[in-house]
């Protein structure tokens, strides 16, 4: 069975970082593309960055270039995403999701994944 957990969120001041963890099980992260997302009350569910784990290349949104770093660790057959200098705007629920590669995708469209964590709240306030 493919599960997805999300781990790491908490309260973080401006400027500060935080260590999201998306641990997958019931597959192996060598066929599949994870992405996180983020979804803020009454805002639409917003892709933040993706890792193609079958050609290794990443991928980010504009809001979070320079900010947010993922990696990679297939011993524990997980994926981080390091985020660095929050500001408030990146307040939301953190989710990562999982599709099987089997060609091109479009990364920051939620509807191109089949499984989904339940997901991270992110809180970034003085």
């Known amino acids: 069975q493919v599960q997805l957990v999300e781990s790491g969120g908490g309260l973080v001041q401006p400027g500060g970082s935080l260590r999201l963890s998306c641990a997958a099980s019931?597959?192996?992260?060598?066929?599949?593309?994870i992405g996180w997302f983020r979804q803020a009350p009454g805002q639409e569910r917003e892709g933040v960055s993706c890792?193609?784990?079958?050609?290794?290349?990443?991928y980010y949104g504009d809001s979070v270039k320079g900010r947010f770093t993922l990696a990679r660790d297939d011993a524990r057959n997980t994926v981080w995403l390091q985020m660095e200098n929050l500001q408030p705007e990146d307040t939301a629920v953190y989710y990562c999701?999982?599709?099987?590669?089997?060609?091109?995708?479009?990364?920051?469209?939620?509807?191109?994944?089949?499984?989904w964590g339940q997901g991270t709240q992110v809180t970034v306030s003085s």
């Open positions: 999701a999982a599709l099987q590669v089997s060609g091109p995708f479009l990364w920051g469209l939620p509807h191109e994944y089949d499984h």
């Open positions: 019931g597959f192996s992260l060598a066929t599949y593309a």
């Open positions: 890792i193609n784990n079958v050609n290794g290349r990443t």
